[in-house]
């Protein structure tokens, strides 16, 4: 189940356009949108839109045409394929009903788990207007605060990778540059537009009036909950955002200010610039809160200048520490929210994750490790409200072809399979690799990872295929990470050399 058959990298020279050509050439299918869908590994939802019989066989291919980058993407062939190889294995046909996407945080109902996290995507109304009709279930509004915002130019960099996508992004923005008045005045305005969608008011104060005063506000004019801000690492001023998130004293302090202000529900959104997070979470509690949202960035450097000896942004010919998100940190994030999910001074809190989420398998990890909610602002950033379609179609076919009826009985359920140490793990049989004849075309990686990062457990044949020596492998699976076909996998056989 959920084998993969298309990868992003059969579709690289597509760019996910706007408005795209090739859709508008097509009088049949959405090419762009089944595009985007194998892009965000969600390909079975895709196939299973199409036809019977397949509208590209007798096509003289417009959209290949029309393409911003003309012939250079194979549509007709993926459209093909996801008809031809895809479709013929859906376990389900689309599940139309969406209910059980629907959860709830702390008691508040949420359309589905997304929301779009606090920054830059969800800043004015116009753009959580805009966010709403796409889809998300909610928002967590750009963090609002008394004091004066003045931000940088440049302030993101980024570490790209194959067409453009962004593996890391780091940024030095501070907090939302309008006034809390016109903060205010927003979260109004989108409360009476849109009652039923979910408005978490991230604040951040510079002592206990000014949290108790802000989250006040927030529920006044018309938020579902509160974020409190511990976790930003770009702030100007010492003694904010993640300086606090690192002393559970004043999370504790400043957690109880904020509940001295509103009876909604709080989440503290914490900082990963710690060693664990547990301290900080446990405090929050003791401060009155009902959540934890986790992680916000990273402190990072990166694309130091062979010439200018600068790293990015460079601002007038300076650059600073900044805060790290995307793909690259969904590692590190999935580990800040198992600990949390496994720490027993927290059970029943809300969990709302987020760092580095692009689709809905990124999500789902988020949920088997316990996250009620999952926040996202990179990849919109990135690819724009848009997402919000695969993550949720994706999403909902697998909880369906599962047998699940809501998120929440997925929630939480690889959390018992992680330890924080690896001493729990049995260490004496060997899995052993395994080649597919018919996929390896004789590139040789797999022999020289394995001679100089390995064991030195694999030969090229005289036929340029591998040849492993049992006896020398200790199953690292170097070689199933590193094949550029895809054609080592995991073997059945194993040896116990006990
Ligand atoms: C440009 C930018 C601005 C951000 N501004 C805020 C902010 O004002 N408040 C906040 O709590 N987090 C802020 N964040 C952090 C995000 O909400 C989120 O925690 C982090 O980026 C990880 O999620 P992601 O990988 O989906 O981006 C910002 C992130 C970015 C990239």
Same mark, same amino acid.
């Given at each position: 189940m959920f084998e993969k058959k298309l990868f992003r990298s059969d579709m690289l020279k597509c760019v996910l356009c706007q408005d795209a050509p090739c859709s508008s050439s097509c009088g049949k299918l959405d090419p762009a949108g089944l595009l985007r869908s194998?892009?965000?590994?969600? &390909? @079975?939802?895709?196939?299973? @839109? =199409?036809?019977?019989?397949?509208?590209?066989?007798?096509?003289?291919?417009?959209? &290949?045409?029309?393409?911003?980058?003309? *012939? &250079?993407?194979?549509?007709? %062939?993926?459209?093909?394929?996801?008809h031809n190889e895809v479709k013929p294995e859906l376990e389900l046909p689309l599940p139309e009903e969406e209910s059980r996407l629907h959860t709830d945080l702390c008691g508040v109902p949420l359309d589905n788990p997304f929301l779009l996290s606090?920054?830059?995507?969800?800043?004015? !109304?116009?753009?959580?207007?805009r966010a709403f009709e796409a889809g998300w279930a909610g928002l967590a509004f750009k963090t609002i605060c008394s004091f004066d915002i003045h931000e940088a130019s440049p302030r993101f960099s980024a570490i790209t990778g194959d067409n453009g996508s962004i593996i890391g992004f780091k940024n030095i923005e501070q907090l939302?540059? *309008?006034?809390?008045? %016109?903060?205010? &005045?927003?979260f109004r305005r989108l409360k009476k537009k849109y009652p039923g969608k979910f408005i978490l008011g991230s604040i951040m104060g510079q002592n206990d009036a000014e949290w108790e005063e802000l989250s006040r506000l927030c529920e006044e004019n018309g938020a579902d909950a509160i974020e409190l801000n511990f976790s930003c690492p770009n702030m100007v001023d010492g003694g904010l955002g993640s300086d606090i998130g690192q002393v559970p004293e004043l999370v504790e302090r400043f957690t109880a200010a904020a509940r001295r202000g509103t009876r909604l529900p709080i989440l503290a959104k914490l900082t990963p610039n710690a060693a664990t997070m547990s301290p900080a979470a446990e405090a929050a509690r003791r401060g009155g809160a009902n959540g934890i949202s986790a992680i916000n960035t990273i402190k990072s450097i990166i694309g130091v200048n062979p010439h200018t000896y600068v790293s990015s942004p460079a601002v007038h010919g300076m650059s600073a520490v900044g805060g790290y998100s995307g793909s690259a940190v969904k590692p590190i994030a999935l580990r800040f929210i198992a600990e949390l999910g496994q720490n027993p001074a927290l059970q029943g809190m809300h969990f709302s994750a987020m760092g580095g989420v692009e689709n809905w398998s990124d999500a789902l990890?988020?949920? $088997? $490790? /316990? +996250? /009620?909610?999952? #926040?996202?602002?990179? +990849?919109?950033? #990135?690819y724009g409200y848009r997402i919000i379609d695969d993550l949720k179609a994706g $999403?909902? !076919? !697998?909880? +369906?072809? @599962? /047998? =699940?009826?809501?998120? @929440?009985? +997925?929630t939480g359920l690889a959390l018992d399979s992680v330890s924080e140490t690896t001493d729990v793990l049995e260490r004496d049989t060997v899995v052993f690799p395994k080649f597919s004849r018919e996929k390896c075309i004789g590139c040789g990686r797999c022999e020289i990872s394995c001679a100089d990062g390995g064991h030195q457990a694999i030969r090229l044949n005289e036929g340029r295929r591998p040849i492993l020596d049992g006896k020398k492998c200790v199953g690292c699976h170097l070689c199933v990470l590193i094949c550029p076909e895809r054609a080592i996998s995991s073997s059945r056989k194993r040896i116990s050399r006990a």
């Open positions: 194998i892009w965000f590994d969600n &390909e @079975k939802t895709a196939a299973s @839109k =199409f036809p019977t019989v397949n509208p590209c066989l007798s096509c003289s291919a417009p959209c &290949e045409t029309a393409c911003v980058r003309p *012939h &250079e993407v194979p549509i007709r %062939e993926l459209m093909t394929r996801l606090s920054s830059v995507v969800a800043s004015t !109304y116009d753009m959580c207007e939302s540059d *309008h006034s809390v008045a %016109e903060n205010m &005045e927003i990890e988020f949920i $088997l $490790l /316990g +996250a /009620g909610s999952v #926040q996202v602002t990179t +990849a919109v950033m #990135q $999403l909902n !076919y !697998y909880l +369906a072809v @599962k /047998g =699940f009826s809501s998120v @929440k009985e +997925a």
